[in-house]
């Protein structure tokens, strides 16, 4: 064994430069590897954080009937006494936010904006003293000031922004149909835009008062939902359940976030089954690559392959020879690929890709806005590198056993 | 100890058939020099092919050291090469990575020897076959005929019953080739080896102790010295 070591290392020393062409191709396929995934699993990483931090916090509290309804944005399927139901909360040491979600008109006037026109909006009310502590609004402002308590004013998100024109200091006014059924019509002053990194939110975001909307809008206290915080560690699920106990009996439910993102997360899931493939597909030309290399390289040494197995080496040595050779080019190609991704992943991980260029108005799913970027994960890495060396060694196998059916006499007289 | 008995061996050629050997019975004794000589394409290859171990052969049968090794399966034959058989080619077929010494230890590798038994013989053989100081030499740095007394030392050197050498000189200009067999000729004579060799060569047969001749895959004439 020490010998067919040490004359598969000598070998891959006589074809050096088809060696370092195999083992590089190897080499980047890992790089690429390393990489690929580094982006997806950060782009699922942050889209998973900005679903949390700006749309869906960790637990929601909605009225029995909401959810099945809430595609109609109903303001009479409530949480009422948000402010009670709060406190609640917070002596049972949660940290919790009740907010207002209705749809309307947004009327633009042509003294602000130039020219009449109107667009449909979803508003979110929220009390500007709790949202903070539960959304991650506070360091997202782009131009002007936060919501205050009471005043009849509006925050908007950057790309809505954009698209209607709207700068601060510009007057908008929301038509919507009050908690009854009438109609109300609200004139609020933009004082701030807000550039959210999630681009869902950021395309639409329209938010006031959860005390001026809950006045123009007659909900007597109530809110549409209570929003809870809960540490990232967490088990939503289990503290979801904890919290329904605390209302059990009063028509409320209270819902975790894996449950109500479960058309993104099942997303998610999807689309790690297709970069599954295409990872699968880099493997496959690594494998390819190193396999028609090792034909190439049996096929040259045809002739010293009969001397062998005349003087009497057993199929299963010659076999070991070339299996540890491509192991070695596995090797020198992993190693390679393992130093490359990591110096390419410390660019993708700190400064990272900026896509906002195609997600501004494309959605792909991922709660990302412009820069997308890696996460170091060792477990790939390490898959990657021991998958090269491992699919190298395999891959040998096919071409030696090719070479092995052949006669003796067959290799000997082979030119 | 070699039992060659009216062995026939045709190669399918596309459509037609070739009679490589048609019906070739021959004895050999321990320790003969013997020379299967005859134009190119008589079926000299072939025979040491099927002598040797690593051909197949259609009728007939072959014996060696009392066991019929023609009727033996590929992993009885490859263990039975390892243990009697020494081979020497027309194109030395050494491994070009290895240097002189590794390409002889490379045969004791397969057996089980310790690495001292291993050094040993290796350093005698190579010294026997002249080429004491060239221990370190990879082929390239060698003649066309201290590689082929590197074959010699490999075929030689696990103490084979039989070496048996298709056209060992052809490659090489006569002088050269005279003295391959005059190292050849001294192994036997000092080891007891049995040497079958192949040539084409008139000068080559005069250093045969028998010459066996071929033709069209018969046996024309065998002569003893
Ligand atoms: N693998 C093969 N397939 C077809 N014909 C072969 C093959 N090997 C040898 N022959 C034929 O068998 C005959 C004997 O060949 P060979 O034993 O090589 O002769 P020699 O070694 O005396 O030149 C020749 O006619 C040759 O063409
Ligand atoms: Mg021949």
Redesign the pocket.
Known sequence: MKFIISLAFKNLTRYKRRTLITAGAIAVGIMMFIMIDSMLAGAEFESVRNLKWYETASVRIYNDGYWENRHQLPLDINVPDAEGITAKLEDAGYTASPRTVFSGDMILNADDFGEDGNIPVTVTAIDPQLDFDIFHFGDTLAAGRFLERGEEAALLGSWLAEDIGAKVGYWITIITRGNGGFYESMDLEVVGIVNCPNPNVNRGLVMMPFDTAGDYLAMDGAATEINIKLSDSADVEAAASDIQKLFNGSGLTALDWKYMAADYLALAEAKRGGTGIILFLIFIIAAVGISNTMLMAIFERIRELGMMRSLGMSDGKIRAAFVVEAAGIGLIGSFIGVILGILVNLFVVNIGFDVGFILRDMDIGYRIQSVMRGVWNVDTIGLAFIAGTVISTIVAFFPTGKALKMDI??CL?HQ | MIKIDNVV?N???GETE????RGVSLNIDRGEFTSIA????????????LIGCIDKLDQGEITIKSETVSSMNKNEKTKFRRKNLGFVFQTYNLIPVLSAYENVAFVLSLLDLSEDEVRERTMTILKEVGLAGMENRKPSKLSGGQQQRVAIARALVKNPEIVLA??PTANLDSGTGEEILKLMREMNEKHGTTFIF?T?DPMVMDYAGRVVM?HD?QIKSDERK
């Open positions: 006499p067959a007289r | 061996k190669y399918a050629n070739v009679k490589a050997l005859g134009p190119s394409g008589s079926g000299k290859t072939t025979l040491l092919n298709d056209e192949s084409h071929l895959g």
